[in-house]
C-alpha cells in the first residue's frame, strides 16, 4: 500500500439541475486529478438540493443512473479513486442518502446508507426532518483501497462517536464524511466534531461540504476541512466553491497511535 497519496476536497457549488450538478462534479473530478489528487471527495447530496421535496425527484437506483455512470467514468478517465459524496438512491420503493466509493478503474467498491437522520427542531433557527423522505441504513461501511483502509459516514452520522470507534477497530487508518451542516449547527459544532472524532480514534478525517448558497431552502456551513490523527488542521475551505488539496502520511497514524496508545488501552473488561 501506498504511505503517502494528495487527495482533493470538493467544496462544489449545488443548484436545482441534475445535469449542471453532474458536469460540476465530473469537471471538479478531472481537476484533482490533474493537479496529482489519487483521492477525490464530492459533497452531500451534490447532485440534488439538499431538500425533502428534490429527493425523490432526483434519485437514482444503484445499478444504473446518470449521476453514477458519469462518475464511475470520470473515475476511470482520470485515475482516480472517487468518494462520490452522495446523491438519493432508490430501491424497493424506499429513498436512502446514499454514498459510493469508485476505484481507479471506475468501479464501485462500496457504499454508504446514511445511518442516522437529520431529525432535528431548534426553535427559530431550523427545523428538518430527513425522515420524512428518507430511509435509514443499517451497515457501518468501511473500504479497502490501494491506499489503506477507509471508514464512509454521512453529515448526521458524525454526531455518533460508536461507529467512528468500530471503524477504527475495523481497520480504518482515514475516516471520510460528506456533510452539509447549516448555519446554526456548522459554527457551532463542525470543527469540534471533526476534530474530536479523528483525535478518538487516531485517524485522518475528511469532512466535505458543498458550497454555501444563501439563496437555497436549507443553507449549507462549507468550511470543508482535513484533519491529522493529532487534531491538527490540514487543510480548510472558506464558504465558496472550492477544491482542498492536501497530502496524507498514513505514517502519522502509526506514530500516534505508538506515542499515545488509546486504542490499546481500551478497558474492554469495563466497557
Not at 155 to 177: H, N, Q, S, T, W
Request: hydrophobic residues 40%; glycine residues 6%; contains cysteine.
Amino acid at each position: 500500500m501506498d504511505n503517502s497519496f494528495k487527495i482533493a476536497l470538493c467544496q462544489m457549488s449545488v443548484e436545482d439541475n441534475k445535469e449542471k450538478n453532474i458536469k460540476r462534479a465530473v469537471d471538479m473530478i478531472e481537476k484533482s486529478a490533474n493537479n496529482g489528487a489519487r483521492l477525490v471527495i464530492l459533497p452531500e447530496m451534490f447532485n440534488c438540493p439538499y431538500d425533502n421535496s428534490k429527493f425523490g425527484v432526483y434519485a437514482e437506483t444503484a445499478g444504473s443512473g446518470a449521476t453514477i455512470e458519469a462518475v464511475s467514468k470520470a473515475a476511470k478517465d482520470n485515475g482516480a479513486y472517487v468518494v462520490a459524496g452522495s446523491i438519493p438512491e432508490t430501491e424497493d420503493n424506499k429513498i436512502y442518502n446514499t454514498c459510493f466509493i469508485f476505484d481507479d478503474n471506475g468501479k464501485i467498491i462500496g457504499r454508504h446508507r446514511k445511518i442516522h437522520l437529520f431529525d432535528i427542531d431548534i426553535p427559530e433557527k431550523i427545523v428538518f426532518r430527513e425522515s420524512e423522505v428518507l430511509t435509514p441504513g443499517s451497515e457501518i461501511t468501511v473500504v479497502d483501497t490501494s491506499f489503506c483502509r477507509i471508514g464512509i459516514a454521512i453529515c448526521y452520522d458524525v454526531r455518533f462517536p460508536e461507529i467512528f470507534r468500530k471503524m477504527a477497530l475495523m481497520g480504518a487508518e482515514f475516516v471520510i464524511v460528506p456533510a452539509a451542516f447549516n448555519m446554526t449547527t456548522g459554527p457551532a459544532h463542525w470543527e469540534l466534531l471533526i476534530r474530536t472524532r479523528a483525535v478518538d480514534n487516531q485517524v485522518f478525517m475528511a469532512a466535505v461540504s458543498p458550497a454555501r448558497n444563501e439563496r437555497a431552502s436549507y443553507i449549507a456551513y462549507g468550511n470543508s476541512m482535513a484533519v491529522d490523527p493529532w487534531g491538527e488542521i490540514l487543510a480548510r475551505a472558506e464558504e465558496k466553491e472550492d477544491i482542498l488539496f492536501c497530502d496524507i502520511d498514513l505514517s502519522k497514524v502509526e506514530k500516534v497511535r505508538r506515542e499515545l496508545p488509546v486504542l490499546q488501552h481500551r478497558r474492554t473488561d469495563i466497557y
